[in-house]
Nanobody, 126 residues
Framework: EVQLVESGGGLVQAGGSLRLSCAAS????????IGWFRQAPGKEREGVSCISSSDGRTYYRDSVKGRFTISSDNAKNTVYLQLNSLKPEDTAVYYC???????????????????WGLGTQVTVSS
């Protein structure tokens, strides 16, 4: 059974940083895509970033490029999302999701991910 557990969220001031973790179990990272999504209050969930375990290729939505960094530790079956220069508009529940294969240009589409974590709250105060 695939399980994904997010951690690392919290309350931070604008300009601050957080590192989110997504610990995976029930599968190996040999050929998986791990995506990060977020959902702000009253808004739809959106894709933030993705990393392919097979080749390390990464994808980011435009609004987080240069501020967020995704990485993976395949030995620990864990993916990280480093959030820097946080803005109030980054406030959301952040979710990680997993699917077989690679991220691809469609990494931001929720339906391609069968497995999801429960999320971790990130709140950025102004």
């Amino acid at each position: 059974e695939v399980q994904l557990v997010e951690s690392g969220g919290g309350l931070v001031q604008a300009g601050g940083s957080l590192r989110l973790s997504c610990a995976a179990s029930g599968f190996t990272f040999d050929d998986y895509a791990i995506g990060w999504f977020r959902q702000a209050p009253g808004k739809e969930r959106e894709g933030v970033s993705c990393i392919s375990s097979s080749d390390g290729r990464t994808y980011y939505r435009d609004s987080v490029k240069g501020r967020f960094t995704i990485s993976s530790d395949n030995a620990k079956n864990t993916v990280y999302l480093q959030l820097n220069s946080l803005k109030p508009e980054d406030t959301a529940v952040y979710y990680c999701a997993a699917r077989g294969g690679r991220c691809g240009d469609y990494y931001y589409i929720e339906l391609v991910y069968p497995d999801w974590g429960l999320g971790t709250q990130v709140t950025v105060s102004s």
